[in-house]
Nanobody, 118 residues
Framework: QVQLVESGGGLVQAGGSLRLSCVAS????????MAWYRQVPGKQRELVAT???????NYADSMKGRFTISRDSAKNTVYLQMNSLKPEDTATYYC????????????WGQGTQVTVSS
């Protein structure tokens, strides 16, 4: 079994920062990519940022310049540094892992709430 545990969410004022972490454990196999998504009630889950095994990153346009995704491969951990937060960044943030373990597998974390007050 695979477990993704996110942490670091919370309440912050607009303009503030938060750092999310996600640790993958269990029979995760070889990680191809890790990512962060976010979702607000009534809306589709949207991509925030991705990072591949080689370290290539990709960001949604609205997060570029404010958010930074990084990973510690030795710890199977992905981070999301969020700066200059805005009220519209309020959402539940989900960790996502694309790995290979006797086949391609995809895993989601349980989500961590980020609330940005104006």
């Amino acid at each position: 079994q695979v477990q993704l545990v996110e942490s670091g969410g919370g309440l912050v004022q607009a303009g503030g920062s938060l750092r999310l972490s996600c640790v993958a454990s269990g029979t995760i196999g070889s990680i191809n990519a890790m990512a962060w998504y976010r979702q607000v009630p009534g809306k589709q889950r949207e991509l925030v940022a991705t990072i591949t095994r080689s370290g290539t990153t990709n960001y949604a346009d609205s997060m570029k310049g404010r958010f930074t995704i990084s990973r510690d491969s030795a710890k199977n951990t992905v981070y999301l540094q969020m700066n200059s937060l805005k009220p519209e960044d309020t959402a539940t943030y989900y960790c996502y892992v694309d790995s290979t373990y006797f086949g391609r597998t995809y895993h989601w974390g349980q989500g961590t709430q980020v609330t940005v007050s104006s």
